[in-house]
């Protein structure tokens, strides 16, 4: 097979769907590594000053599970792949170390990658459907006007306002804390 046919086999990055992740936290981060190896270009948006922010906040309480249930494979994957060895599936952590050993480092695999955009101090103000007003184009059986409308997100970073739009998909991780 030539070069040139297998280069069309392969999507380039403006090809491949865009996600917005809302939220830095365990899940969030976990989404945006599974996202990321499952071929999406991936933003993930954290409104506190680092990711697992929450979790620092009370990272001197110890996990009710632990690694084993902490821990994914696709980012014990991530991991391996910045060198770092998988936590002791058996243990117990604290927030703080369940930080040091697992978010961060995820954090920094997501950031190694050309596909991923981490952003932290970063408040997502709202997500829209395009140009699609909340009553527009509703839902409804056989309806599909709002599936080819891409989302779009305002996101106050550090006080300054940027619009993420061509969104395939937002995911909302955003937490309860």
Excluded at 22 to 37: D, F, I, R, W, Y
Excluded at 61 to 89: I, K, M, Q
Excluded at 95 to 124: F, I, K, S
Excluded at 140 to 157: K, M, Q, S, T, Y
């Amino acid at each position: 097979m030539p070069a040139s046919a297998l280069m069309t086999l392969v999507p380039t990055m403006a090809a491949r769907p865009r996600v917005l992740i809302v939220g830095g936290g365990p899940v969030g981060l976990e989404a945006a590594v599974s996202c990321s190896l499952s071929g999406f270009t991936v933003t993930l948006c954290e409104k506190g000053p680092s990711v697992g922010s929450a979790v620092s906040d009370w990272g001197h309480v110890r996990l009710f599970s632990s690694n084993e249930l902490n821990c994914s494979p696709d980012g014990l994957r991530a991991l391996s792949e910045v060198g770092c060895a998988a936590p002791d599936p058996a243990v117990y952590p604290t927030g703080a170390q369940y930080c040091a050993a697992y978010l961060q480092p995820l954090a920094t695999w997501l950031e190694r990658r050309d596909d991923c955009d981490v952003m932290v101090d970063a408040a997502v103000e709202s997500i829209s459907r395009g140009s699609l007003l909340k009553g527009e184009a509703i839902k409804a059986v056989g309806a599909n006007a709002r599936d080819d409308c891409p989302f779009a997100a305002l996101v106050d970073v550090r006080g300054e306002e940027t619009l993420i739009d061509g969104l395939a998909a937002v995911i909302d991780c955003s937490g309860t804390y």
